[in-house]
């Protein structure tokens, strides 16, 4: 599984011209775009999604912001097309990556290097100690810059905020919507109810 993330980091550098396919197998719903970013819903059968992205500075590759209706809580994914269908599915632990907007401190990453079956695209998903911070610079920044390493030579990436807010903000409040509802009010449950 170690040659996935060569792999994925030439696909990253290349940045090829098979155009940007992301969700290939989910039905995109509600698109509006805002600036440099996009939000709609993703379905496929009964499973929803909600995503924030920048398509727009790469023809091949995007960042996206994710939010899944169990609990609404953002996940960080780059996706890159391949030019081609992954057969199996595999995923590998990748060196440690990096993501900064404009001039304020890195937050360091653990990234997961994923492709799945049936898909074109080769995902690089990060977890932050600090993602909700993130999450609030790349709503006021300009430049969110990712950094990852395949142990000899550091990839460099970077995207436009402009229309960021927008996008966050409307993803996160179709997922919210989405969200499945107690069947009684939280405020007159007793507290030993909720352990």
Known sequence: MKFLMPIVLAGLLALGSA??????MFNQNH?????????????????????????????DTGFSVFFVPDDC????????????????SESV????????????PPHTSDVTLAQERGDSGAYARFQTPELYRLLHEIRVGDVLRLKMDDG????????????????????????HEAKP????????REPEDFF
């Open 19 to 24: 155009g940007q396919a992301s969700a290939l």
């Open 31 to 59: 698109v509006q775009n805002t600036g440099y970013w996009t939000s709609m819903e993703l379905t496929l059968g009964e499973d929803r999604y909600f995503r924030a992205s920048n398509l727009s500075d790469y023809p």
């Open 73 to 88: 809580r953002p996940q960080l994914e780059l996706r890159v097309d391949m030019g081609r269908i992954a057969a199996r």
């Open 93 to 104: 632990e990748a060196e440690p990556g990096a993501m900064r907007v404009d001039r304020l």
């Open 152 to 175: 000899e030579e550091p990839w460099y990436l970077g995207f436009h905020l402009a229309g960021a807010s927008a996008a966050l903000d409307r993803a996160a409040a179709m997922c």
């Open 181 to 188: 509802q107690a069947v009684e009010d939280d405020r007159d």
